[in-house]
């Protein structure tokens, strides 16, 4: 594939007006979120929940790709159509989680790197045959007054930057997503220093490894206070905040920033989106890639019953038409009680 399909692909995926479902969890998050809503997780309540989500009539308006975990690629409807036909059929790209986890980082004090880079290039290559056509691979970072260490940041910004080369090898668009978690009491001061210096490690071997800027995206988190800082902040100072981090370390050639919810509330994470594009225009598309902030309203309309499925289509829509109309600076919170 040619550098421009690759940047067709990755302008695709930050459409006006459209962004990313995060559906890729892993066995044991997506248990963790059947526990909440009391269904076992077994292969076909899975399969039942995304088909759900992936059938949600119009979804395509507001959903440009869907990630997904390696056996939801695999699997098929309940009537026998694959999920990624599914997707297709409703104007939606297919992308792959393909990172193998975040592992303990030897001699380090609780950090993390990312493993899945052995074998990656078969992988890819098979992922490619199932149809997808973008990928994921997460790395961690925790805040504390001296972490993350200096090693944690450069493992994770090496393994990022050979992964999304892989990716851009086999024809692939990597979403690079380097997550510095808000867990703790930091300042919205030490989030945007932390940040920066997480970004501009990620792109310096970004450029190092020869990636395609314009081919690739980037879903980092916003910058945020840490979610038990006594002091927090407006949403206008944390989209001003967020932007002028981005400014500083995200190059203009990368098509779109993607960011994921982190564990913000599904209206601060529309919220927040929607401030930072009214400061616009930016270099790049600035669009969502959530997980929670798309599925938990949907995922509790939902709860297991069949004859709720109707219902868990709507949440779901509702939550991507509100972060659409983010994508353009646009949503309001009285836009929430107005439900299609
Ligand atoms: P959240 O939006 O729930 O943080 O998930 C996004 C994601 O893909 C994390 O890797």
Redesign the pocket.
């Known amino acids: 594939m040619s550098d421009s399909e690759l940047a067709a692909t990755a302008q695709a995926l930050v459409a006006p007006g459209k962004g990313i479902l995060?559906a890729?969890e892993s066995s044991g998050t997506i248990k963790k979120r059947f526990d909440s809503i009391d269904v076992e997780s077994t292969e076909d309540n899975r399969r039942d929940y995304r088909e759900m989500l992936f059938r949600a009539e119009g979804a395509g308006d507001f959903i440009s790709g869907v990630?997904l975990y390696d056996e939801t690629i695999r699997q098929k409807a309940a009537d026998g159509t694959p999920l990624v036909e599914v997707l297709e059929k409703q104007g939606i790209i297919p992308g792959i989680k393909v990172d193998l986890g975040a592992k303990a980082l030897p001699f380090s004090d609780g950090e993390t790197v990312t493993e899945g880079l052995d074998g990656l290039r078969e992988r890819l290559a098979e992922y490619k045959g199932l149809g997808a056509r973008f990928a994921?691979w997460?790395a961690t970072y925790s805040i504390t007054d001296v972490l993350p260490s200096r090693n944690c940041i450069d493992v994770n910004a090496h393994a990022l930057a050979r992964y999304a080369a892989l990716c851009q090898e086999a024809g692939i668009v990597p979403i690079v997503?380097p997550?510095v978690l808000m867990d703790g009491d930091h300042t919205l001061e030490r989030a945007a220093h932390v940040t920066g210096d997480v970004l501009q490690s990620v792109f310096a071997e970004l450029y190092r490894e020869h990636c395609r800027f314009e081919g690739l995206l980037l879903?980092p988190n916003m910058v945020l206070p840490g979610y038990s800082a006594a002091r927090q902040a407006s949403d206008a100072e944390i989209a001003a905040a967020t932007v002028r981090c981005f400014r500083w370390t995200v190059p203009a050639a990368v098509p779109g920033i993607v960011f994921?919810?982190?564990?913000q509330s599904d209206e601060s994470?529309t919220s927040r989106l929607s401030e930072m594009n009214k400061l616009g225009p930016h270099p790049w598309q600035l669009s969502f890639?959530?997980?929670?902030?798309?599925q938990a309203a949907a995922l509790k309309a939902w709860s297991g019953q069949t004859g709720n499925v109707d219902a868990g289509k709507a949440a779901f829509l509702h939550r991507a038409r509100m972060n659409s109309a983010a994508r353009s600076g646009s949503y309001t919170s009285d836009m929430e009680s107005a439900r299609a």
């Open positions: 995060a890729d990630i994921k997460r997503e997550e879903k994921l919810s982190g564990g994470s890639s959530y997980g929670r902030a798309l």
